[in-house]
């Protein structure tokens, strides 16, 4: 206990030399204990990333690991968050009367409120809160803003881009030799074999792995097993 209070206090002195904005500092102690299994996966080319899709392949590693027989608990660091974005045409919007907070608006009073996103121009960018089903693209694009003198109405669609992307400000980053890409971490159950589970989840990683598209790596970072055969043979030698 002492030595977390400790630690609280040296991150908590870390909160004074943040740049302004950053959130608070936390430290977690639910989990204070050693990883079995640590890989990465990273694009080949840091130049040329989407962390959306780097973050899908990691989530689909997770759902693997955890199947298999003996794994405890399965922990992702540095995934991208997703939120539908919506870039509004400015001079198409100015066409029909409309500018960025109004279409905000519009958009923001079509459903039952549940989820959030980010609206942007030219020149400025707005929070949204979505509402209802609007976990589709495809339904926000369709989201009717004006009706139409000759009939129909105009749609989101018409002035506007809408798609899936990421936060201009993450929650969590995670990097590898100064590139960005997503951790994930597998703890064993303390009644398995060690070199039995540790083998079962390097087959799964190698299958993903094989399956990955060309510009995407998996890397292993640390095994605990590696590290046991060393101390045993120390002990027995």
């Known amino acids: ?3 977390w209070a400790e630690l609280r206090d040296k991150v908590a002195q870390v909160e004074s030399v943040l740049p302004a904005g950053a959130g608070q500092p936390q430290v977690d102690s639910d989990r204070n204990y050693a990883f079995t299994w640590i890989a990465a996966l990273r694009w080949k080319d840091p130049s040329h990333t989407d962390p959306l899709r780097l973050s899908r392949y990691s989530e689909e590693l997770a759902n693997r690991l955890r199947n298999v027989s003996g794994t405890d608990l399965v922990k992702l660091w540095g995934e991208a968050e997703e939120e539908i974005q919506v870039k509004v045409d400015t001079v198409k919007a100015a066409a029909v009367n409309l500018d960025v907070p109004r279409v905000a608006a519009l958009i923001g009073g079509s459903d039952a409120k549940v989820s959030a996103g980010e609206l942007s121009g030219s020149t400025r960018r707005q929070s949204i809160e979505l509402i ?4 589709q ?7 009717p803003l004006l009706s139409l003198q000759e009939g129909g109405s105009l749609q989101l669609q018409d002035i506007a881009d809408v798609y899936r992307g990421e936060p201009d400000s993450p929650s969590e980053l995670a990097f590898f030799d100064g590139d960005r890409g997503v951790a994930i971490a597998a703890r064993m159950l303390p009644d398995f074999r060690g070199d039995k589970w540790t083998a079962d989840v390097r087959t799964v990683a190698a299958e993903l792995s094989a399956a990955l598209p060309e510009e995407i790596v998996l890397e292993e970072l640390f095994v605990q097993e590696r590290y046991t055969d060393i101390r045993l043979r120390e002990l027995l030698g």
Do not use: A, M
């Open 1 to 3: 206990d002492q030595l």
């Open 137 to 143: 693209v495809e339904r926000v694009r369709q989201v």
């Open 132 to 135: 209802g089903g609007f976990d």
